[in-house]
């Protein structure tokens, strides 16, 4: 992955991080961007937000891993009213001895997203 791309991924890293801060400040009633001194009434709402989202891409990770599969950074989807639209992984390796390893990398997500609630 080009360090262009990191680049790139970090930057809507950071983007998903403020708009899931922004969709708790909605739920709560407040524009997060408009009062930003609300921060940590828009905190575990957001956080909680963001943490699913993560334990989702875990889930992808976690399979491509156990089926040797290299994976780029995740590329999240900042949404201003949900906080993301998730995030959009691309395969940078594949073993392609069937289809069932290019479906499975992608069935491991609400796993971990159970096992953490």
Do not use: K
């Given at each position: 992955?080009?360090r262009s791309q990191k680049a790139f991924a970090g930057i809507l890293l950071i983007a998903t991080i403020a ?26 709402i957001g956080a909680g937000i963001f943490a699913i989202l993560v334990a989702h891409e875990i889930g992808h ?57």
């Open positions: 992955m080009l708009t899931s801060l922004e969709a708790a400040g909605l739920l709560l009633n407040f524009d997060f961007f408009g009062n930003p001194g609300r921060f940590q009434e828009a905190l575990p990770w976690l399979l491509a891993r156990r089926h040797q599969i290299r994976l780029s950074w995740p590329f999240f989807l900042p949404a201003v009213q949900i906080g993301s639209f998730g995030a959009i992984t691309r395969f940078e390796s594949l073993c392609l001895t069937g289809r069932y390893y290019l479906i499975s990398p992608w069935q491991g997500q609400p796993q971990v997203v159970l096992f953490l609630c």
